[in-house]
């Protein structure tokens, strides 16, 4: 691997911290926290939202800006905060920035979660701490275009060279793929002896090893490029993420981090959509009376608002809990981000209708913007067909209390 990695100031995220939301799902300790995500989004982000929209490119100096001010670090501290990732991601979404906040979360969430649980020699911890401070963008390759979803389908081959791995394929939705340094690539494994495919691998590959064949035109997310990517690269031994053969366990650890930054998102989003609408239905007059005095539209508010307020309160609560013995996890994850995708496309579609024609208009509001991005919900890391699958896995039959309550003649 040519990218080269520095262990100047290391950064160690199995080092004990307390989490954000240990003290409690609300209160000062939050609130100062989400007013430092929103100060570094106002002033790192948002400026380059519109000329990224405008280029269709992902600005990389927006990770390395944001990792430069250890936000990254604080967020994996102590091995990980589910509780910091949760509000920051609903910052980047309440702040309405669309496929920045996107990208941004690929990188904190679905790349540093690997190389932090998976990275375990000094290759990958170097790779992770340059990542940690925004000095590397990393992006993942899973996607394949015959298997979508499916990532069992996988045809990108590792096949074991005299110096390590010799990496081979193409990967289909890679964003990020424009301008990150470097991709977790997702493989099957050749055996040793090259005659029988094995299991999947994840292999760290530079940007050397990348080809870009073609920058794909999307419905919204415009400031995320999403690429489809030849890969060709050698890299040594130790570029590979975990044991070969275990790299489901790996790309999956890493989208259940990305589904939870996802839903929270989503629900950010809501929040700004929601407050836009209240706002003009407090300003806007129809038929001698502010919108908000009329009792369809303000109870439609009322009900908008009470599906997010369950949904935030829900993020919370999952990421309080996640990993912990009893509390949620993946399967709890993936029920949380596909209800978030489902509500969000709902929520911004009924506030974009509050504006009326105006909410048509790109130049006078952001609803459009907002609507096409909030799509993508329920595609990225996961359709939600996909999620439900994950969801069902966890379902328990309550077999006592069937037995007790249930009589059922025959």
């Known amino acids: 691997m040519t990218t080269q990695v520095s262990l100047a100031s290391p950064i160690d995220p199995q080092t004990d911290g307390g989490a954000l939301l240990d003290a409690g799902l609300y209160g000062p300790h939050v609130d100062e926290f989400r007013a430092t995500v929103r100060d570094r989004i106002d002033r790192l982000v948002l400026p ?69 649980r998976f990275g375990g020699n000094d290759y990958l911890r170097q790779l992770r701490d340059q990542a940690m401070r925004g000095e590397l963008v990393g992006c993942i390759g899973a996607s394949e275009a015959t298997g979508g979803s499916d990532l069992e389908r996988v045809g990108t081959i590792a096949q074991r060279t005299a110096a390590g791995w010799h990496i081979e394929g193409r990967k289909k939705f890679v964003s990020l793929g424009s301008v990150a340094d470097f991709c977790l690539v997702l493989c099957r ?94 300003r806007r007059s129809q038929f001698g009376a502010r919108l908000r005095k009329h009792q369809v539209i303000e109870y439609r508010l009322a009900d908008l608002a009470a599906r997010i307020e369950i949904l935030r309160a829900a993020a919370l609560a999952t990421a309080a809990g996640y ?20 509500t969000a496309e709902q929520v911004v579609s009924e506030c974009m209708h509050i504006f009326g024609g105006a909410g048509y208009l790109p130049e006078e509001t952001p609803m459009g913007r907002l609507w096409r991005d909030v799509r993508l919900g329920r595609i990225g890391a996961g359709t939600d067909e996909m999620m439900w699958s994950i969801r069902a896995v966890g379902l328990t039959p309550d077999n006592d209390s069937y037995d007790r309550l249930v009589h059922i003649s025959t």
């Open 189 to 282: 494994v050749h055996r040793d002896n090259g005659k029988q495919v094995a299991r999947l691998g994840v292999a760290a590959v530079p940007r050397d090893g990348l080809h870009v064949e073609h920058s794909h035109a999307k419905v919204g997310t415009h400031s995320l490029d999403t690429v489809r990517v030849a890969v060709s690269a050698d890299i040594p031994e130790e570029a590979m993420l975990g044991r070969p053969g275990l790299g489901l366990a790996v790309i999956n650890y890493g989208l259940t981090m990305e589904r939870l930054g996802a839903a929270a998102q989503l629900i950010g989003t809501c929040e700004l959509a929601l407050g836009l609408a209240v706002a003009h239905a407090d």
């Open 323 to 342: 990993g912990r013995p009893g509390g949620p996890g993946a399967h709890q994850v993936a029920g949380l981000k596909v209800t978030a995708a489902q």
């Open 48 to 116: 380059h939202l519109d000329s990224a929209e405008a280029a269709g490119r992902f600005p990389a100096e927006v990770i390395r800006e944001l990792g430069a001010t250890g936000l990254f670090a604080e967020r994996w501290h102590g091995g990980g905060d589910t509780g910091r990732s949760v509000v920051l991601a609903n910052e980047l979404g309440r702040a309405g920035a669309g496929g920045l906040a996107v990208g941004i979360s690929l990188h904190l969430e679905t790349v540093l979660s690997m190389l932090v």
